[in-house]
Structures are given as C-alpha cells and as structure tokens.
C-alpha cells in the first residue's frame, strides 16, 4: 500500500503512481504465469488487485459450470467459498457482464435487497462496517466472463472506487486471464485424474471383498496423518488423492487367494505379496505428480519400520514416507473392519497394538502423530462407516 500523513497523525493510503502500477502488475502477473495451482492463482491475483485498487478487501470469484455456482478462494487452508450463481451482487455482475460501484452500502438503493441479505447482515453479525463495493467480471479469450473480482472499502481520502479503478483492475485481470485458463484445465484434469484414481483404489478393494468406504477412509486417514507429521498441505492433499491406489496391485491376485476365508499357505502368502510390486510397476511410467505417489504408496506400505516388511524389506526411513503413513492409516481401518478373513477388531485393542508396534511396524513418531489426532480419525470412522 501507498501511504502518506497528514498534520494530525492518522495514516492516509494513496492510490499508486502509473509507474508503480506497472510494478505492481508485473510483479504479480510473472507470479501468477509461473503458478499452476488454481488455488494459489486466485490468492495472488485477490493480492494484486488488492494493492492496485487499494482495497481492505479484494475477492477472485469463478464460475463452476457444472455445479451453477460461483466459487473463490479466500485464504490457504479455508474451505472455498461458494454462491448460487445468481446471488448476490457478484451473481448479478456475471449475469450482466457490466462492473458494479456502490459508494455506501447502507444508502444504496439500487441495490438495497441484496445488501440487506448480504454484506449488511454480514456487518451485523461480525462489526465489520462495509461502505464502498465494487465489482468486475473478467472474460477468457473468447470474451466468456468467466469470474469476478470483488473489492470491499476504498482506503484512500476518497472512501469510492472510481473509473481508473476499473480501468485498473481490468487490466490486471487482463494480465492474469491466460494464466487463470491454464489454472483452470489443470485443476480440471487434476480432478479427472482423482476421480480415475479413487474409482481404480475402489476396484483393487471391490476384488479381495473389501469394499463399502475403505478407500475413502484411508484417504482422509492418510490426510490428517500427514499434516499431523508436519508435512505441507498440498503434498498432503497429492497423498489423500494417491493413497486410495495402495492395493491396485490386487486386480492380478487370483481369487482362489484374494478371496479365501482361512489363513493362507506360505505360497499363496508370497503370491499376495506380490501385488505391491504389481501396483507399483501399474503406476510407475506416469509422468503425473500424483500418480506418481501412488506407485510409491502401491509399493511401500507394507514395509515394516523395522525391516520386516515386504516387498523389499527396506528399514526406517529408507521406507518413503507416503507408505509409512498409508501403512498406519490402512491397518488401523483394516483391524477395524470386517473382512472375509476376520471379524472386527475392538478399538482398545487396535491402540493396543498400536502401541506395541511403535518402532517394529510403524515409524515412532508417526505413532505418536496418530495418538495425538486419534479424536479426528475416529470422526472419519464414524463419518464414512460402512453399511450394515
């Protein structure tokens, strides 16, 4: 921000010069150009247009064709917002396609329904005291709007958004289109690839009889786990997405095996055994950053911390640690589970084990990590639980 102070003291914002401007733009668009995550994309541009109107508050929001609803994204590690895609002073911009000011939110007649259910009511729930709302539809290359940005209080002498505002803020997101294009069919074949990802996970499952929500679970487990360990949220969510894979090595499993109700003999044990190697040679050639992980979690999460594991017998943290944290995740959602091999394990015996397999099957401080967010697993558990 630009500031300046008057004789009294209090601190006074200015717009910024056409050089600093330029500055802004450029230092945001070379950012955003070099960003893939459609996420992180419309964090840094609420950022830049943020700085360029000189706004409190400055919102990138999408369309999301599929689902008619307006979506944004409004700080890492929140929920995303979203909208009806004709609420709402955005829901009417991208409607219309045309910009809207409004230089006090409680005179406003205009639009007074929609304040009044809005940004009004949201004032007297949180004391926060919106005056000036402008908002922007921005197009892709064929002239489609495709988003709009919002901004909430001006904070220079003037308190309104103006002409050169939207002049602005147009050009910026001018700036930015391409990059919010490219976002965009990567976040979509992103969700393609967990959609295939999480339907194959359940077919490897389907096969030994292990069905209802295993996969899922394992998933959400394998999440929580990972963040507890202090791994980064995106690399989280790349394990949540990866980790359903784990037994796709079973499609090769004869059923004879798969499916047998006793205890397996030491050649149809070695045959099992060999569906992490199946899995992981499935997966391996993908040049995809998630499946990928999954060729990791396929081959790894039957590897024993102290070495006895299988296919390998890697030790410690020679074993990755996206099959360290499936491992834990997938043997606690198995002991808990029916199988056609065994009845349910009690939750007191689960910890049981758990505890006496810290350091000998699971990584010690990945135990502890699972103590510490038993209260979250089990919410999952008890979220996802399979029909009876």
């Known amino acids: 921000m630009h500031e300046r102070h008057d004789n009294a003291g209090p601190r006074l914002l200015r717009d910024p010069e056409p050089e600093e401007l330029l500055g802004i ?3 945001y668009a070379v950012k955003i150009a070099n960003e893939r995550s459609l996420d992180n994309v419309l964090l840094l541009m609420a950022d830049m247009g943020k700085q360029i109107v000189v706004a409190d508050r400055c919102t990138v929001w999408l ?3 599929q689902r008619g609803e307006l979506w944004s994204k409004v700080a890492h590690g929140v929920s995303e917002l979203r909208i009806p895609l004709g609420s709402g002073l955005v829901g009417h911009a991208f409607a219309t396609g045309e910009p809207i000011f409004i230089d006090d939110a409680y005179t406003d007649k205009r639009f007074r329904d929609v304040l009044e259910s809005g940004a009004l009511r949201t004032d007297r729930l949180t004391g926060y005291r919106t005056k000036a709302l402008m908002v922007i539809p ?6 489609e709007v495709i988003g709009c940005y919002q901004a909430v209080n001006k904070m220079t002498p003037s308190q309104t958004f103006s002409e050169r505002d939207l002049r602005n803020l147009s050009l910026a997101a001018s700036y930015s289109g391409k990059s919010i294009e490219t976002a965009l069919l990567t976040h979509e074949i992103e969700e393609t690839q967990r959609e295939i990802i999480f339907r194959m996970g359940e077919i490897g499952e389907s096969r030994s009889k292990e069905t209802g929500n295993h996969v899922k679970r394992v998933a959400e487990y394998s999440y929580i786990l990972a963040l507890g360990y202090g791994i980064a949220q995106g690399e ?3 394990l949540k997405v ?3 894979m784990h037994d796709i090595g079973k499609v090769a499993i004869p059923d004879s095996v798969l499916k047998k109700p006793g205890k397996l ?3 149809e044990f070695e045959m099992m055994k060999r569906h992490t190697v199946i899995g992981y040679h499935l997966l391996k050639n993908s040049k995809r950053h998630i499946l990928k992980a999954a060729a990791v979690v396929a081959e790894q999460h039957h590897e024993k911390w102290n070495g006895e594991g299988y296919p390998h017998g890697r030790k410690g943290e020679d074993i990755h ?3 360290r944290i499936t491992a834990v995740a997938d043997v606690f959602d198995a002991l808990g589970s029916d199988r056609v091999y065994k009845k349910a394990w009690e939750l007191d015996r689960i910890l049981r084990l758990f505890r006496e397999e810290r350091g000998r099957h699971f990584d010690p401080r990945l135990v502890d ?4 967010q038993l209260p979250a697993l089990l919410q999952i558990r008890e979220k996802y639980a399979d029909q009876k």
């Open 25 to 27: 733009i450029l230092h």
């Open 63 to 65: 369309l999301d064709e």
């Open 138 to 143: 921005f197009r892709n290359n064929e002239g």
């Open 236 to 238: 989280a969510e790349i």
């Open 242 to 244: 990866a980790s359903p």
């Open 265 to 267: 003999t030491d050649e």
């Open 321 to 323: 640690i996206y099959g």
């Open 369 to 372: 990590v699972f103590f510490d």
